[in-house]
């Protein structure tokens, strides 16, 4: 996929050929995606990603459920922490243009499946026939389809953070397919 000039994204040979053959190299090959900085330039950012979240978790139910002000100011530092290593990823990544070289195959994937999802919920929870729930999906997987080639591309944009949410959308698909599994067996039976 190195260096090759991909057809252009409403033509049939992209989506028959080129997407397919990138999808299965960037699945089955153990490639590195986005930036190009090593991992221990990043690791004290994403400490402090985690450190964000961890402070914005804790702060969360102690400002809203107890109304506390050692709870809000806990979540304002973690909300405050984890913007500013966001826009200093996007920063550092700026003015570099995505490139199907990186693409973000499990982020696509993710949406695919979420699609398939909201399809899923969006039909089975209206009480719906089992053709409009399969229409449904089906019309979920297409938007899924067409948010994801975006998503794969653009969130490269992160910089490193497009490689901590690529593998957090592998772990997401699993979920996704049990909730899936759970509601079809709940809308067969």
Do not use: K
Not at 80 to 104: K, M, Q, Y
Not at 143 to 164: D, H, M, P, T
């Amino acid at each position: 996929m190195d260096n090759v000039s991909p057809p252009g994204i409403l033509t049939f040979d992209f989506h028959t050929r080129f997407f397919p053959q990138l999808l299965r190299s960037r699945i089955f090959t153990e490639e590195t995606s986005g930036s190009s900085t090593s991992f221990t330039s990043n690791l004290g950012m994403t400490l402090g990603l985690f450190l964000g979240l961890l402070l914005a978790t804790f702060g969360i139910p102690l400002a809203l459920q107890q109304h506390s002000i050692f709870g809000w100011i806990l979540l304002s530092i973690g909300i405050v922490g984890i913007i500013f290593i966001f826009l200093s990823s996007l920063i550092a990544e700026w003015g570099i243009r995505p490139t199907f070289d990186n693409f973000l195959a499990w982020t696509f994937l993710f949406c695919l499946f979420l699609g398939f999802s909201a399809g899923l919920f969006l039909s089975s929870v209206n009480h719906a026939s089992h053709g409009i729930v399969l229409g449904a999906s089906v019309l979920g997987i297409l938007a899924g389809y067409g948010v994801g080639i975006f998503a794969g591309l653009w969130l490269q944009c992160l910089g490193w953070i497009s490689g901590l949410l690529n593998g957090l959308a592998a772990l997401l698909i699993v979920g996704l397919i049990l909730v899936d599994m759970m509601m079809f067996y709940v809308n067969i039976f």
